[in-house]
């Protein structure tokens, strides 16, 4: 049976966590102790009744859709590749903002024969590439994905772009915009319903703090 009055947000750890918490903050959900200096990886709050998990992004939609989080908070990227419809996502809180791109050694040529794809997203690399009709062979890969073109192990990577560093790093340049991408919030269905009130009253807190942010 849910507990009516506990309300669980799951957060993202890494990049999107330290952006995160002064949006919170300013909501004003705080943890009750340093998350950085813990170890731990569910936190009571300053207010009772709200514990945060901080957990990686792409296990944040498992645990908003199977009702174990009330409230997730992660990357478009994620959810574009989880691509469910089961849970809610009311909000955009506009950080951590990047692009997902196609990526090919810079200057070369990608002949029209069948493509290689090296990604860790899949699903998004799949439905860009057949939207355009375009036949490929896609390869899945956790990280590092700059080193797979060098290599020769594909053509081309679709991955994450922010200051475009990594791919100059490695001999590659950005080609095709797939998406844009920034942190959004996600609720479970039935926490919606259930929880609506404290919900929705944290959702427009969090709002008004995006509209500060700018
Ligand atoms: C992402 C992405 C690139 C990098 C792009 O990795 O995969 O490697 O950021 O950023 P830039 O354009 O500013 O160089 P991230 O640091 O999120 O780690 P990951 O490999 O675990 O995804």
């Known amino acids: 049976m849910m507990d009516q009055n506990k309300l669980v947000i799951a957060l993202t750890k890494g990049r999107i966590l330290e952006e995160v918490l002064p949006l919170l903050q300013k909501a004003g959900?705080?943890?009750?102790?340093?998350?950085?200096?813990?170890?731990?990886?569910?936190?009571?709050?300053?207010?009772?009744?709200?514990?945060?998990?901080?957990?990686?992004?792409?296990?944040v939609p498992t645990y908003v859709e199977l009702g174990s989080a009330d409230i997730g908070i992660t990357g478009k990227d994620i959810l574009m590749e989880v691509g469910s419809d089961s849970y809610y996502e009311p909000l955009d809180l506009k950080l951590a903002t990047c692009r997902l791109m196609t990526a090919a050694p810079v200057d070369q040529t990608i002949t029209p024969k069948r493509l290689r794809v090296a990604s860790k997203f899949v699903n998004i690399a799949k439905n860009y590439f057949s939207e355009q009709g375009r036949q490929v062979d896609i390869i899945k890969l956790n990280g590092a994905l700059e080193l797979a073109p060098?290599?020769?192990?594909?053509?081309?990577?679709?991955?994450?772009?922010?200051?475009?560093?990594?791919?100059?790093?490695?001999?590659?340049?950005p080609r095709e915009h797939i998406a844009d991408v920034s942190t959004r919030v996600i609720v479970n269905k039935a926490s919606m319903k259930m929880k609506h009130d404290k919900i929705q009253s944290l959702l427009e807190l969090l709002a008004a703090a995006v509209a500060e942010n700018g």
């Open 29 to 59: 959900v705080v943890p009750a102790e340093d998350i950085h200096k813990s170890r731990k990886l569910i936190f009571d709050s300053n207010i009772e009744d709200v514990q945060i998990m901080v957990i990686r992004g792409s296990d």
């Open 150 to 173: 060098i290599i020769g192990l594909a053509d081309c990577i679709v991955d994450i772009v922010d200051t475009g560093n990594t791919l100059m790093a490695n001999g590659l340049e």
